[in-house]
């Protein structure tokens, strides 16, 4: 009886006396092709997340952002948490793999409460964590964020040494000066609080302050740095000369001590961009979202090309960091949150504040079928109005639900018994993705 072979699960049947025709030299040459192929085909599925010390193609950011969470201290273990308490890490783990989420934004940050960086359990903590997650996708990428406030906690902060030689100055035996991060003409000072302000990044203590919290982040395995309002934090620095000069600094670092030598940069650019004679200082742009209110619908909202100061339509393209050139840069929206306003529940379609309140708020007080339509809505209508666009899910955010309501975390993740304040849009946020 003639035995026969299929080959790979095709319905051709290939018989010994084929075999013999093409000889043991065939053979060879066939297997080698074979697993050729087999290596390509996963390689092909993983190049979609591949970037290194040149930069990373625009398909690539892309796959990156359209995957993009927010999921704000995820790295920040407690009682370090600057927001609210955050004890459902193992949850979360397992939430990060079963979305495939792949870009977790806010992830660590300081707000005020700096001191926290003298306690080596605040970064040995978040260097856990992420490689936890490492282990599970090494393609995952943190997010850090260095925002526009500095408080008179620094003065506690010792400088490291590596801090003056990646600005190539002198090292001094000294701590931060809060009063040099400041601008010389008192705007923006005590802008948050009496003794928090917003830096002035033509201020060289200003500039220190930033390399050192890119350093130390880079250094946990975080691999984006969002930037904040880089508006404010540039209040005296004409065409960016300052941003450039700090930036430039911050990616030469990276490319040494980052997990793939590149560092991801963006910030909330409210006039388009950061673009210096054709060039993006930055790698993706950022904004909320600018949620419009149906004053006629209770709670109800859309998004809306030119309500306000929206950015849908408005990213400025050029020459990327990474060398490829786009008319438009690539950029997230995201639910942002300020906190309430004193109308909690009225509409003030001539604010930021939807119905009262700041977007992630308002968003976690709607019942969960508005959630997950909404959820769906916006996905769709940002992919349909300005395909640069990528809407950040809100998997973790702080909610300010004012009537002496205590500040909260709110969850994305499944609702189960042992974790009822989970808002059930996990496996809506997946199929989103995967529609």
């Known amino acids: 009886m003639e035995k026969t072979w299929r080959w790979f699960g095709k319905k051709d049947i290939i018989t010994l006396d084929r075999f013999r025709q093409i000889g043991v030299e065939g053979i060879t040459c066939l297997y080698i092709l074979v697993v050729m192929c087999s290596n390509c085909s996963g390689n092909d599925q993983k190049s979609g997340y591949i970037f290194d010390g040149t930069g990373i193609s625009r398909k690539n950011l892309e796959n990156y952002l359209d995957r993009a969470v927010t999921m704000t201290e995820f790295l920040t273990v407690d009682p370090f948490c600057n927001d609210a308490t955050y004890p459902d890490k193992e949850r979360d783990i397992k939430l990060i793999q079963n979305m495939g989420a792949k870009f977790i934004g806010r992830s660590i940050y300081r707000w005020g409460d700096e001191e926290a960086l003298n306690d080596p359990d605040f970064l040995d903590n978040a260097k856990i964590l992420a490689a936890r997650v490492h282990k599970n996708d090494p393609d995952v990428i943190f997010q850090a964020a260095l925002f526009e406030a500095v408080s008179v906690g620094v003065n506690n ?30 705007k923006f000072v005590g802008f948050w609080d009496e003794k928090t302000s917003v830096p002035d990044i033509t201020r060289t203590e200003t500039q220190l302050w930033f ?19 880089i508006a404010l934090i540039g209040m005296e620095d004409r065409n960016y000369e300052h941003w450039t000069k700090v930036l430039d600094k911050i990616r030469n670092y990276a490319g040494k001590h980052a997990r793939r030598n590149w560092v991801l940069l963006d910030a909330h650019t409210p006039f388009g961009g950061m673009v210096v004679d054709g060039k993006s200082l930055l790698d993706f742009n950022s904004f909320p979202l600018r949620i419009k209110e149906i004053p006629e619908k209770p709670q109800h909202c859309i998004l809306e090309k030119g309500y306000m100061d929206s950015f849908f339509g408005r990213s400025e393209g050029g020459m990327t960091p990474s060398g490829w050139y786009c008319e438009s840069l690539p950029y997230l929206v995201e639910f942002d949150n300020f906190g309430v306003s004193d109308s909690p529940g009225q509409a003030t379609v001539d604010s930021h504040f939807v119905w009262g309140y700041d977007e992630i708020t308002w968003f976690c007080l709607q019942n969960e079928a508005y959630q ?8 769709n209508w940002i992919r349909e109005n300005d395909p640069n666009g990528f809407l950040q899910m809100p998997v973790c955010r702080i909610m300010v639900p ?9 969850h994305a993740n499944t609702r189960t018994p042992d974790f009822p304040q989970g808002m059930n849009l996990e496996k809506t946020m997946k199929e989103i993705w995967l529609q």
């Open 372 to 379: 997950k339509d909404w959820l769906r809505y916006a996905y």
């Open 157 to 186: 902060i010792r400088i490291p040494e590596w801090v003056f030689a990646e600005l190539g100055m002198s090292a001094e035996q000294r701590n931060f000066r809060y009063d040099d991060m400041l601008n010389l003409n008192g």
């Open 402 to 410: 004012g009537n002496g309501q205590p500040v909260r975390k709110c």
């Open 211 to 229: 390399m050192f919290l890119a350093g130390c982040y880079i250094n946990i395995g975080c691999e984006a740095l969002h930037l904040g309002q």
